[in-house]
């Protein structure tokens, strides 16, 4: 039977390049920032169905303009700080914004034409969030899978500034743990996670 606690060694080439999920376009940080870090939905392990992530739930308007979600609730970041719309909010147009100051930091918000697509977000409440698209996608929900669109907390990212990156902090199963180096990375449980525990 499996039991939950234990540690995982895994042996990198290197250090990450980023654990901002905003800025990973390689392997190696996408590893780490995985577990850090979570989405509006995810997809299903085994197969490419799209299943509940931070998003328990969504709405798609019958002619595809508009995609609602109703958020988890009691979800904390790592930081304690609350994952709500304004969040969610928040990390989206971090993008949108820093897109057009530096191409090459948030390049995937720019490679997957996300001002083409999303015409608006807007938090209808504190525990729904809503998508205004330009056109119908059929594929908007996978994309809202990938890790470049990942919720991070908003008082670390105002913190922390250009040095989130090394002080990654999301609603993940694992989080940083004080006494990382950057050379030798250690992720810790989340005791507080809002999901199912991982056995590690």
Do not use: C
Not at 79 to 84: E, L, S
């Amino acid at each position: 039977q499996p039991r939950f606690g234990g540690t995982l060694l895994y042996g990198k080439h290197g250090p990450p390049v980023t654990l901002d999920p905003a800025k990973v376009v390689e392997t190696e940080s996408s590893i780490l920032t995985d577990y850090i870090f979570e989405t509006l939905v995810r997809l299903q392990p085994g197969n490419v169905d799209v299943v509940p992530g931070l998003a328990k739930s969504w709405i798609i308007a019958i002619d595809g303009l508009s995609h609602t979600f109703n958020l988890q609730s009691d979800v904390r970041f790592h930081d304690g700080t609350p994952f709500d719309a304004k969040a969610v909010l928040y990390s989206l147009d971090r993008q949108k914004k820093g897109a057009r100051r530096s191409a090459d930091q948030f390049s995937n918000w720019i490679n997957f034409n996300m001002d083409e697509l999303i015409r608006e977000i807007r938090a209808v409440n504190d525990s729904t969030v809503q998508f205004k698209l330009h056109r119908a996608d059929a594929t908007f929900l996978k994309i809202l899978s990938m890790q470049f669109l990942a919720i991070v907390s908003p008082t670390a990212v105002e913190k922390y500034g250009a040095d989130f990156e090394k002080h990654p902090v999301g609603t993940g199963a694992f989080m940083m743990s004080a006494s990382s180096d950057w050379n030798d990375l250690s992720l810790v449980a989340n005791p507080n996670y809002w999901g199912e525990l991982p056995y590690l």
